[in-house]
């Protein structure tokens, strides 16, 4: 099991910005990040393979998230830009060590390392 500890997060107005960051206890090969708002489930937001540096992402995010790798260490990285309240919600790092495809990522195959989840407030 990889152990996943996230940072940053927090409250914002609508329009600001906001960084998480997540740091692995050992490799993976895929990490990224998922929210889950109140009442509804978890969503894929993001996600970078660690080797290529190819990242995907979900519609609702494209040109407002970017996901980043830390070659010195294992981590990632999620820069949020022109928040939302909709973008309102528990985030989640999650990493695999097995190499899924982006869909098979964001449907959450049962094997993930999840970290403990950082919120991030959005308000109109």
């Known amino acids: 099991q990889v152990n996943l500890v996230e940072s940053g997060g927090g409250s914002v107005q609508a329009g600001g910005s906001l960084r998480l960051s997540c740091a692995a206890s050992?490799?993976?090969?895929?990490m990224g990040w998922f929210r889950q708002a109140p009442g509804k489930e978890r969503e894929g937001v993001a996600l970078?393979?660690?080797?290529?540096?190819?990242?995907y992402y979900a519609d609702s995010v494209k040109g407002r998230f970017t996901i980043s790798r830390d070659s010195a260490k294992i981590a990632a990285d999620l820069q949020m830009n022109s928040l939302q309240p909709e973008d309102t919600g528990m985030y989640y790092c999650?990493?695999?060590?097995?190499?899924?495809?982006?869909?098979?990522?964001?449907?959450?195959?049962?094997?993930?390392?999840w970290g403990q989840g950082t919120q991030v407030t959005v308000s109109s």
């Open positions: 970078i393979y660690r080797n290529s540096g190819s990242t």
């Open positions: 999650a990493a695999s060590r097995v190499i899924y495809s982006y869909s098979q990522f964001f449907s959450i195959p049962s094997n993930l390392d």
């Open positions: 050992g490799y993976t090969y895929l």
